[in-house]
């Protein structure tokens, strides 16, 4: 079983790689949590995947969260239990930090894959240009594969890119990352531009972009800052304030 959060679909491609290589169910958590749903049988021998993205070098929040209240029936120390973070560049300390997420659940191996950049909502930080885009997604590939193989044959391992300054990048960026960086306040769409399509409410893993009566959308404040709504757009008729009007735009296409 692989559960997996994914915005601009990285991970959600990742995920799915893996599930076909490794003939696993998946189940994506944003759906879980949209249905309440927090208890899930695992079928004897059964391995449990968690890939999701890292967030400002730490797990994303929505996976975490969802990892620590989790209920995971047939679960023993014996079970295999890997995580695949998919990253811009490097993931500091997630790994150590997810596995407090799964309390008494035991994380055996742990993987990262380098994916596009898709955060550009503070100074400094935009997408991969055209050909640095391409380049990760082509290496992804063998990337995506050398992981499976690793989890086929349930290597006990830690494979990941943590970067330099990890302690500080994860546990001082990360917390304020968490505190002060995960308000959806500053979305607003383009009168002028939005053609009031409603993809960016369809894709919303949150459920939180309504467009009612043909307005333009609304954010109600349980983002989970993953960036599918600015990055789909179809006109880029949504900005986050005045950050993101000279910058790129992202998601993953197969």
Known sequence: MIFYFSGTGNSKHVAEQLAAMLGERLVAIAEAVA????????A???SVGWVFPTYSWGPAPVAADFASR???????ADTYCY???TCGDEVGETVSMFAKSLGNIRLKAAFSVQMPNNYILLPGFDVDDKALERSKVEASAARIKAVAEAIAAKREIIDVVEGPWRRLKSRLVYPLFRRFAMSDKAFAANTDVCTRCGLCARECPANNITLDGGSLPRW???CTMCLSCIHRCPVRAIEYGKATRSKGRYFFRP
């Open 35 to 42: 249905e309440g749903t927090l208890t899930f049988a695992l």
């Open 44 to 46: 004897e021998g059964e």
């Open 220 to 222: 109600h404040g349980n």
């Open 83 to 85: 995580m695949v973070t």
């Open 70 to 76: 989790v209920q995971l029936q047939g679960c023993c």
